[in-house]
């Protein structure tokens, strides 16, 4: 088959060579004529069929297709004469929008998000929450373009579900994704300049919540994320928190920190006077972030107590300690005046008006119990409960050890204490319910957890008993086997006291 000719129309007709420029060729333009044009690489065929013999009759191209077909309406403002006439705009028949097509792996991490924040949250319409609540409510809000994000919303989704369920499928298929989610983490993180991202933080933070839900490793999963962040914002500095997510990142790290601190008795990098600094704005609105600047510094009392208490300080060393552990008190108890100016914001009820926590703990040893105005004020009351316990009890043992106290003075003491463990333990059901999530859920671990070493120094079986039912019960019922202990390991506490090293 001879070659086609790739020339013009015209010079294809009257048998010349075409020089083939775009979209006229000069040829036709030194002739004054109109260039009609090139045929296309792909051409339409006319076929015509004999029905005898069922054989193609007649082969041809429908070159008219194609004539002009390069021309545009330029055409008619430079004077040309094209002859490629528009259709009017009303005889044109439009095709519809294609959809793009969603991806089914985006569709199910869509829901799975979604399933996680309505379980997660508490489920009170309108409700005001504390920032490291809120940070999990902004969630879809945030635009995920990086897989160490991707991985941990769907390792920790995927958690929520499993442990709302009960499923041990789900579970193990969890375990897989936080498997992925940690290879990622640890890809960014050994990458120049991506740990100061935001989404390398939030991952980081998701993760250690992952460990919350169903970490197997007694918490060094969690230590060593809380400690993995710790480094982040070190590595970023505190001018760095510029943005509404990292500020967020860092309220609940500040949280997760000041934990860990009560349980090892160790400081960490965020109450020193630099890191103090970035949340004074907001907690001149926020009574929560404000009690927390107060609590951050609880942990730098305790380490101060255990080292002098090993190195055989001097009572003069220790002075220093029960005075400055007082002036923070004072501080405590000033903020606790003024969010209580308008009076209380919890009621006493009944404990069998709480639907779902005799399923959580049967012991109805606490009763009344407390149930809080809003969501907010029942974390930022557990907060202060709890932290007031874990320093004045330090201050208690120092104080009885350094100075005379009569007998009214130890009563007073015995009070406070007290009366800070028995609140928590009233009110730990209101943060039990099912409309509080399981966000409410794991804000009464950590308080259980003190008010439980309190009761067992005081020799109080019954309460030290109801805390541990309570504990085991708002983890998630049945879920370990054997349950984590509540106590830390030496071995974890060895962990963060190494991890302090390099932050």
Known sequence: MPKRSSGCFTCRARKVRCDEAKPECNICLRRGVKCPGYRPTQSFILHTFDERTEKPGIIKEDENVYRYANQTQKGKETGGFSVLQPRPSGDMKLEPAVPRQVSPIAIDRVQHLSNFISIYLPQWQGEAFTPPTAL????????????????????????????????????????????????????????????????????????????????????????????????????????????????????????????????????????????????????????????????????????????????????????????????????????????????????????????????????LLFDPVFTFRSFAASTTYLLYWMSMLVMRSNSFLLVRKYQNLALNQLLAWDRELAGYADCICRGVPSSCRPSTGFTGRFSTLTPLVIAKKYFEAKKAKKEATWCEKAYYGTRVPGLYTPPIPIEPSPGMIQLVQNSQRYI
């Open 136 to 363: 999990i409510l902004s969630l879809p809000y945030h635009p995920t373009s990086k897989q160490v994000l991707l991985t941990a919303l769907d390792a920790v989704s995927a958690a929520q579900i499993a442990v709302s369920d009960k499923n041990y499928q789900i579970i193990n298929r969890c375990r897989s994704l936080y498997g992925t989610a940690l290879g990622h983490l640890m890809k960014s993180i050994n990458q120049p300049k991506i740990p100061q991202d935001d989404e390398t933080l939030l991952a980081t933070y998701l993760l250690a919540l992952y460990e919350v839900f169903v970490g197997v490793t007694n918490g060094h999963g969690f230590f060593y994320h809380v400690q993995g962040l710790l480094r982040l914002f070190t590595q970023r500095g505190p001018s760095s928190l510029n943005t509404k997510l990292s500020m967020d990142v860092f309220h609940g790290t500040r949280y997760y920190s000041m934990t860990i601190g009560y349980h090892v008795r160790k400081a960490s990098i965020l109450d020193s006077p630099d890191w103090l600094e970035v949340t004074s704005r907001a907690a001149i609105a926020d009574p929560w972030v404000s009690l927390m600047d107060i609590c951050i510094r609880i942990p730098r009392l305790l380490e101060r107590t255990d080292k002098l208490t090993r190195a055989g300080g001097t009572p003069e060393q220790f002075e220093n300690i029960i005075i400055d552990s007082q002036l923070l008190a004072d501080r405590a108890f000033e903020w606790f005046a003024n969010f209580e100016r308008h009076g209380p914001l919890y009621d006493k009820v009944s404990i069998s008006s709480f639907d779902g926590f005799s399923k959580i703990c049967d012991d």
